[in-house]
């Protein structure tokens, strides 16, 4: 049986795929030549990761690690862990030409079995929130020839302040004599990747160095701490948004002859917390504070689970992720592959990194009679590998020992009496341990804890420790950090927590700590949180998310976030992506005006929201009033900076209307860095029913956007449309309030009777409105594959489920439209908080506006003398393209407080010639042949039919936008409302194409090629 390494045997990827616990034995062979022992050098196998239990035999001699793992108090063969780097010396037992490697790794390691001392992470379905197990080599294999005298590390240490750098060194001697009369020569370039050229461009002056006067006994390992500080006066720091690295050489030479180098790079970065203004802790960057915008990043992936497929894979997590306006990834109980945290360093952005725990960590849990916790000894050696591995990583900012207290005894109680006396002493060995016979203790745990704190801290001096990622308000001290969890469902739960947090983060308050602790000032953090939890299975995300950020951004105490998660895993359904990485809708950039608003507008440095309910209903002509809040963490001045808004909404025919609620001028704002300021909106609400979309924003003196958000705001009466409502000399408009679907192929019939003493020889015109989409049903019955999805899932690209819908009128084919899918997001602003206890928006449609032909007016006349009825035909026929079912909406549910309804006789008018409106804002449709094309607004904008290219729109021969339309000649309707201009083609719902553009413009004729317009004022 042959296995696709690196990559662990339960998975796809590896060709195996099975699901087991238990032990395998890997075998190659390779080919030795001579020249790679020639001198005393050495032959290394190195492996990136193997889970869990490691054994290497080259032509069946077992090989022993170099520096033997101990375990139990005795040296153990092989290595346990599971997560770091592993390298075994097969030069003793190598041969010149053939060799055969054999690898045993045994993987048993379940979640709570603490016979079997293990590291689990998140990997296990028997764990709390878990997933697939991996076993076996998941990371890189590597054979290497080097020197008898080689460089086995050397770690960069950036003093920022005083614009220099010192190195940590170790060098391995293999040889029989020790080796003296050594250096190091350092030789480093500042450099920073350009994504668009691929490159990394030189940006600063090359620094060299050297460290003398080294030396190595025979057969052992030399460490170096420190050395002469190389100056660096025109230092290029490191930072999220300027990733500067600093890439070069470490040449370690005997008597000024090199016999080993080292190609590597680090960071110039100084991180650490502590506090900024009274009251306010933050983590300071380079001296300045930042604002940390994180996701939980478990790092699985469907066709390798543990393993990514590519190093592209690894580059695209961290690339989609920055481009919504992250910066940090909180590496969630899992030591990743070492090329992500190298993009993560080249592209700018932040790494928390979470330890996996252990089995056995607790004394008595492995053997109930002794003393024994063989798993603290796997997880140490865990520790010390990554924080080794990843020294000159400046992405890494963080450690977290502990995840919610995950294979700790104590787990989530509280702290015993004597825990509140015992000495914690910098140093390993276990002060006041317990005695013999005892056997579970907190003390003890507490002790290890503050050990592994000053033992990280002495590994990696530059970095923040945290205890625990605290779900259970039981941190303890020391910590570098104070972060919680939450998973509220609901705004008004989400606002409590995060305001008890708040409120209570404060030198000595005793909150979010274990008894006989209390906080000392530590910076204040989110670590976990959404609103669709583990298990939920899959809703929309993108309500809970918007509003829980919108609270969080609000706090000036709290400095970052970590939301769960980038993308969905198995039965964790929350992410931001699939699990195949496709990008979930979020809607933003549709309701928010203008059209630039994204996700990345609530997690850049600077930010503006409005607190309070983030989707109130009111009744019509109520006064609205609320607090705009804004914070700007980006550290910058901004001069002539303004605050400014707009209400904009739409009535009960789904148009937009001039609320005359447009803050053009705008407000003068401070937005002086690290400060919460306050400014007071108010304002009448539109006297109709309509649903709103507040939007505020800050420009800077050139008028660039510095950050922009919105809420709805929905003006509503209490008491529902009327079903037969005149709108006009002999015009009415007929609702049904049915809200109706069917899956599949089927058929949806409304009935409107019309008025008393309507005279059906006055029918001019008719129009049908409604809000329709397809239905997404629950697909598939295995909760943990990708391909199954409740039927609540929310909007996403490359899951759309599209149907032909086909409208009648009184048996008469009117059109056959495409409705591209059910989505669910915010966007359905009727129906946020309708799902999963107020965390999920339930779906929406799109709006359909069909005018009904001239030719079937007089048909319709002769047919409504007799019956006085109109029947409105939504139907999937079996023949379709598309079966997707359909959904027809009413006014209190989805997006648009629309019934399905028809007009009769609206007060469109129809124009074969050219027509001066008395408005700028007005729609246009008409059909267009090839090679047709109309103007409005005076000229300034056209609309064309091109071949092969279709509908285009420009602006004084400019293009803005085009969209592909088959066939021959087509229906093309416009809106043009203030700046926002759609196109809809064939009478499709979902318009092709929406622009945002500012052109002055004068208040437009339509002008076309005796062309008819039916044109809506």
């Known amino acids: 049986m042959k296995i696709n390494v690196p990559f662990g045997w339960s998975t796809k990827a590896s060709g195996i795929g099975k699901d087991y616990r238990g032990a395998a034995w890997y075998e190659r062979k390779f080919s030795a030549e001579e020249s ?15 889970d869990n239990w490691a054994r290497v035999f080259i032509n069946g001699n077992e090989v022993q690690l170099d520096a033997p793992q101990g375990y139990l108090g005795e040296i153990i063969s092989g290595h346990r862990g599971g997560y770091t780097p592993i390298e075994f010396n097969l030069t003793k037992y190598l041969k010149n030409g053939e060799n055969r490697l054999t690898v045993w790794v045994e993987d048993k390691g379940v979640y709570n079995q603490h016979s079997y001392p293990a590291l689990i992470g998140k990997q296990g379905r028997e764990a709390p929130c878990g997933y697939s197990q991996t076993g076996g080599i998941w990371q890189t294999v590597m054979i290497e020839s080097r020197g008898s005298t080689f460089l086995g590390y050397v770690h960069a240490n950036p003093d920022v302040d005083r614009k220099s750098a010192t190195f940590d060194i170790e060098i391995n001697n293999t040889a029989s004599e020790a080796v003296n009369s050594l250096t190091v020569d350092f030789k480093f370039t500042p ?27 025979s057969k052992a390992i030399a460490n170096f701490r420190g050395g002469a500080a190389i100056p660096m006066w025109g230092q290029s720091l490191w930072s999220d948004t300027d990733p500067n690295l600093y890439w070069g050489t470490a040449t370690l030479k005997k008597d000024g002859v090199p016999i080993d180098k080292v190609h590597m790079y680090f960071g110039q970065r100084k991180i650490e917390a502590k506090s900024w203004t009274p009251g306010c802790s933050y983590i300071l960057l380079n001296g300045k504070p ?32 920055k481009k919504r306006g992250f910066n940090l990834i909180r590496k969630h109980l899992k030591i990743e592959d070492p090329l992500q945290y190298t993009w993560a360093d080249r592209l700018g952005f932040f790494v928390w990194q979470d330890m996996p725990h252990a089995n056995a960590m607790n004394i008595g849990q492995y053997t109930p009679d002794d003393l024994k916790a063989p798993g603290r000894d796997i997880y140490l050696d865990c520790l010390e590998g990554a924080m080794r591995r990843d020294y000159n990583r400046p992405s890494v900012i963080a450690i977290m020992l502990f995840n919610e207290t995950w294979g700790l005894e104590a787990g989530s109680g509280e702290a015993s009496e004597n825990s509140n006396k015992i000495s914690i002493m910098k140093g390993h060995q276990k002060e006041n341990a317990p005695s013999a016979g005892t056997h579970i203790n907190n003390a003890d745990e507490i002790h290890w804890i503050s050990n592994l704190y000053y033992r990280a801290k002495e590994l990696h001096p530059g970095m923040l420790v945290e205890d625990m990622s605290a779900c259970n308000n039981d941190h303890i001290n020391p910590t570098d950090l104070n972060t919680y969890h939450m998973y509220p469902k609901g705004y008004r739960n989400t606002l409590e927590a995060v305001s008890f947090r708040e409120s209570s983060a404060y030198p000595g308050s005793p909150a979010n700590f274990r008894e006989g602790f209390e906080q000392q000032g530590q910076p204040l953090l989110n670590s976990e949180y959404g609103g669709v939890a583990y298990a939920d299975f899959d809703y929309d995300v993108s ?3 918007k509003y829980q950020t919108d609270i969080q951004r609000q706090q000036i105490k709290q400095c970052g976030y970590v939301y769960t998660e980038p993308y969905d895993i198995e039965n964790e359904r929350n992410g931001l992506l699939t699990w195949e990485r496709y990008s979930k809708v979020m809607g933003y950039e549709e309701i928010a005006w203008g059209g630039d608003m994204s996700i990345a507008d609530l997690n850049q440095p600077n930010y503006i929201g409005l607190d309070g309910d983030p989707n109130p209903r009111f009744a019509p002509g109520d006064t609205f009033s609320r607090n705009v809040i804004a914070v700007n963490w980006s550290g910058n001045q901004y001069k002539k900076a303004v605050l400014k808004c707009r209400y904009d ?32 909106i108010l304002f009448c609400l539109p ?56 899956m599949g192929s089927g058929e949806i019939r409304l009935s409107y009777e019309l008025p008393i003493g309507f005279n059906p020889s006055s029918l001019k015109r008719l129009r049908i409105l409604a809000e329709v989409s397809s239905v997404k049903g629950a697909v598939g019955i295995d909760p943990y594959s990708p391909e199954t999805h409740s039927g609540y899932s929310q909007t996403a690209e490359g899951y759309e489920f599209p149907t032909d819908l086909t409208v009648s009128i009184n048996g008469h084919e009117v059109t056959t439209v495409f409705v591209p899918d059910n989505p669910r997001d915010m966007r359905g602003a009727l129906s946020l908080g309708a799902l999963l206890d107020g965390a999920s928006a339930s779906d929406f449609g799109y709006l359909l506006n069909l005018n009904i032909q001239s030719d079937l007016i007089e048909e319709i006349k002769s047919e409504i003398a007799r019956s006085k009825t109109l029947i409105v035909s939504y139907s999937v026929k079996e023949n379709a393209d598309h079966k997707g079912g359909a959904r027809i909406y009413n006014e209190s549910e989805g997006r648009y407080v629309v019934s399905p309804c028809v007009v009769v006789n609206p007060s469109d008018v129809i124009a074969r010639d050219a027509y001066r409106p008395e408005t700028e804002n007005y729609s246009v449709e008409t059909f267009l042949d090839r090679g047709q094309s109309f103007t409005v607004r005076g000229g300034c904008f056209e609309v064309g039919y091109a071949a092969g290219t279709g509908i285009v729109l420009t602006h004084k021969k400019r293009l803005l936008a085009q969209a592909a339309v088959p066939g021959g000649r087509t229906h093309v309707r416009i809106s043009l409302f203030d700046d926002k201009i759609s196109v809809w083609t064939r009478n499709n719902p979902d318009p092709a194409f929406v622009v945002y553009c500012d052109a002055e413009f004068e208040n437009g004729n339509i002008a076309g090629d005796g062309l008819e317009f039916v044109l809506t004022m």
Not at 195 to 210: L, S
Not at 290 to 314: H, K, N
Not at 721 to 737: C, H, K, T
């Open 191 to 217: 450099k920073k990747y350009n994504a668009t050229t691929g490159e990394d461009e030189i940006v600063g002056e090359t620094i060299t160095g050297a460290s003398c006067g080294l030396f190595a006994k």
């Open 36 to 50: 790679w022992t020639e001198n005393g050098r050495q032959v290394y196998v190195y492996f990136g990761a193997v």
């Open 543 to 545: 309500w809970c998310f």
């Open 290 to 321: 930042v604002y940390l915008a994180g996701l939980l990043d478990q790092g699985f992936w469907i066709e390798g689970l543990y393993t990514a497929p590519s190093e592209e894979a690894l580059r695209f997590d961290i690339e989609a992720m």
């Open 649 to 680: 909404a739409s009535d009960q025919f789904g148009n937009y209307f001039d609320t005359c609620i447009k803050d053009l001028v705008g407000q003068p704002i401070k937005f002086a860095p690290y400060v919460q300021e306050k400014k007071v």
């Open 687 to 742: 006297e109709i029913r309509s649903a709103g979309v507040l939007t505020v924003w800050i420009e800077d003196g050139n008028g660039h956007k510095l950050a922009k958000n919105f809420i709805n705001i929905n003006a509503l009466p209490s008491e529902a449309s009327p079903r037969v409502e005149p709108i006009g000399d002999n015009s009415y408009v007929l609702r049904q309030a049915a809200y109706n679907s069917f």
